[in-house]
């Protein structure tokens, strides 16, 4: 991505629409905007995610115009958001656990928040040429697997069979099936609320911009980490309560039997997928992954954490398990790849670097705020143990 380029739409400047735009992905978007784009944000600095200020980062003041406001209430704002090329619809609420037990919060912020927007679009004078789309690989579910044969969709695991240790997904002869990268061609599948919620939104932008000839780029993230990812929220992800962990000399868990993957992928290579599409000069109109490529397991994740702090980590792999969870993820990127002619994701090692280099100069997360987390969880008997 240049930030030499004149980005023009029938001779003039870009104005681009970034909703969420003051969170951890839209905070790196803002500093890697080529500086002649006009950029609007709407974003409610939502207080599980800006615990600590109630207003806008300076750097954002600086840099666009900032509109505090639910984008459910983004009908409010018409006049600034007139003569938007491009939408970066990024607001939603993210954690995949806490979806199942707050679900209207997470229907209507997500869902509800997207047909507002949808409905405010439809009132513009001048009709945006693009919306660019944060979904996730949720959407997914628990993927495709093989049995060597053909393509099995999973019904998605069972809490008996996780209670009895269980952990992977298995064909009809009890066996465990090969988990298959997650292929854009794939079934959509989702086994959480948090899930269903993503891939509605994309439904209704599709369904929408079908019909207004708008270029739609949907972008399914795998687990994004990296620098300004919220640490007072805990639920945040793993990299930021492991890293959190290590370096306080807390004792961590991990669920499961610790072999649960994840493909996690650097928040600045993300930002880089997000402002390519965002800014691409030919219609795209299409559905791309977003993941490094790589599957990591969560023992894997603890020790590169580990090797970077340079310290050693205390784990329990407990038995215990989250209702919901996916066993395997992992992109296939050769979509993105021919789409986009390019993708050199970060390793994960140097973007934990780049991660612990920042956390250093942060507060850290209480463990008292992780623990009411999973108590709250394990309440709602959405954490559980093997028997
Ligand atoms: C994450 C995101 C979600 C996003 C999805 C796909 C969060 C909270 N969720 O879900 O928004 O859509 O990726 O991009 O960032 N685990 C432990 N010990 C812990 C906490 C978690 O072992 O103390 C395990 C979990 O059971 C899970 C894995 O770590 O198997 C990853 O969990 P998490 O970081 O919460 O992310 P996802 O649920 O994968």
Not at 68 to 85: L, P, R, S, Y
Not at 112 to 135: D, F, M, Q, W
Request: with cysteine; aromatic share 8%; net charge negative.
């Amino acid at each position: 991505m240049t930030n030499d380029k004149q980005l023009m739409t029938n001779g003039k400047i870009m104005k681009i629409l970034i909703t969420g735009g003051a969170g951890f992905i839209g905070k790196w978007l803002i500093e890697k905007m080529p500086s002649d784009v006009e950029v609007v944000i709407v974003d409610s600095l939502d207080e599980q995610v800006h615990r600590r200020s109630k207003d806008f980062a300076p750097e954002l003041l600086a840099r666009a115009k900032c509109i505090k406001a639910d984008v459910q209430d983004i009908g409010e704002h018409k006049e600034a958001i007139e003569g938007t090329d491009v939408v970066i619809h990024l607001a939603a609420q993210t954690g995949t656990g806490q979806s199942m037990y707050e679900i209207s919060r997470y229907v209507q912020q997500n869902a509800n928040g997207t047909a507002k927007l949808l409905e405010l679009i439809s009132s513009l004078e001048h009709k945006p040429r693009r919306i660019v789309v944060s979904s996730s690989r949720a959407v997914y579910g628990d993927g495709a697997y093989s049995d060597g044969k053909s393509i099995l969709y999973s019904q998605g695991r069972r809490v008996e069979d996780l209670q009895n240790g269980i952990w992977e997904v298995c064909g009809a002869d009890g066996q465990p099936l090969k988990s298959l990268p997650m292929h854009e061609s794939h079934l959509t599948k989702p086994t959480s609320v948090y899930g269903f919620t993503k891939l509605w939104q994309e439904q209704l932008l599709q369904v929408y911009c079908e019909s207004q000839g708008i270029d739609l780029v949907t972008l399914r993230f795998q687990n994004v980490y990296g620098p300004k990812q919220e640490l007072g929220n805990p639920y945040t992800g793993i990299i930021g309560i492991f890293t959190n962990a290590i370096v306080q000399g807390n004792r961590l868990e991990l669920f499961e039997d610790g072999k649960v993957t994840r493909d996690f992928v650097f928040v600045g290579d993300i930002a880089d997928a997000v402002l390519e599409c965002a800014t691409y000069e030919k219609p795209l109109n299409t559905i791309l992954n977003v993941g490094s490529g790589v599957a990591v397991t969560l023992v894997e994740v603890v020790e590169t954490i580990a090797e970077v702090i340079g310290k050693k980590a205390e784990y329990t792999i407990s038995g215990r398990f989250r209702v919901g969870d996916v066993r395997h993820a992992i992109a296939d990127m050769e979509n993105y790849k021919t789409t986009l002619g390019h993708w050199t994701p970060t390793s994960l090692k140097e973007g934990i670097s780049q991660y612990l280099k920042w956390y250093l100069n942060q507060e850290p997360l209480e463990q008292a705020t992780l623990e009411a987390s999973l108590r709250e969880m394990e309440q709602k008997g959405l954490l559980l143990a093997k028997k």
